[in-house]
């Protein structure tokens, strides 16, 4: 199945690459929220292909509706994480393709079409990026750990949230070595599990922004929770909190301060 999803993944990156690099037009869903053609477009192209190449799964999409859709046998798909990267070509953006089979974990594909970076993992075997091996970092001191996080599209217009976001990093910037915040949820988790990053924490995501970096990062020793350390759950966990394994208490401890 890899192979094949890759396969299509690829095609549809084609897509990608012929939109970022055009003029676009923006819809906002919400203030902070935007969509473009390309997004529906790429998803077309994916849910078509999934959907005939993969009957046993449902395919679950961004910008779908998918209220008559259950979580079970489901191929989860961003086909732009980073969008407003994606508008503004900032090259941090990617198509993001999760496979779970009865809710468990699967197949992870994340694919960066303007850097040519592909990462893969299936369950059990191990993470790659352009099929060399990737591991996460070995560093265990969070003064030294390189962070990444996210601003949620709710700071905009819930001030809890806003004050949430701020208050994490006063905790946590003089703690750590620096923070970034690139703006694709998908790779943040790569970066995590390449070494780049020793960790990564944000709120409110939705479940297509994580379905395969979660698994990609697992596979190549990373861990992945909630704020209380507990397992992060697809649909319901309001914070994601990932890291090199090492220190990831640490992380929250600091956290949730
Ligand atoms: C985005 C993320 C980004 C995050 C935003 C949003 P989109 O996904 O990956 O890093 O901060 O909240 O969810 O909307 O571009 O697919």
Known sequence: ?????????????VIFKDGYY?????????KKDLVTKYDVAVEKFLKEKFEKEFTDFNVIAEESDNTNKIFSNSIIVDPIDGTTNFVNKVPHTAISVGVYKDKKPYIGIVYN?????????????????????IEVSNES???????ST???YSSGTCEDD?????????????????????????????????????????MNLKAWD????????????????????????????KYIVAS?????????KNLKQ
């Open 141 to 147: 001191d969070l003064q030294k750990a390189l962070l």
């Open 244 to 252: 090199n394994t090492k220190i990831h208490d640490e992380l929250i």
């Open 210 to 237: 994580v379905s395969a970096g979660l698994i990609i990062l697992q596979e190549a020793g990373g861990k992945v929770s909630n704020l209380d350390g507990d397992a992060y759950v697809l649909f319901e966990s």
């Open 162 to 202: 806003l004050n949430d976001v701020m208050k994490k990093m006063k905790n946590i910037l003089p703690k750590c070595q620096d923070i970034r915040r690139l703006g694709s949820a998908a790779l943040d988790l790569c970066y995590v599990a390449k070494g780049v990053y020793e960790g990564y924490y944000e």
């Open 1 to 13: 199945m890899k192979d094949k999803l890759i396969e299509i993944i690829k095609e549809a990156g």
């Open 113 to 133: 079409p303007i850097l040519d970076e592909i990462y893969t993992a299936v369950v059990g075997e191990g993470a790659f990026c352009n099929e060399e091996k």
């Open 150 to 152: 996210g601003f949620p």
């Open 22 to 30: 055009s003029n676009k037009d923006v819809t906002f869903k919400a």
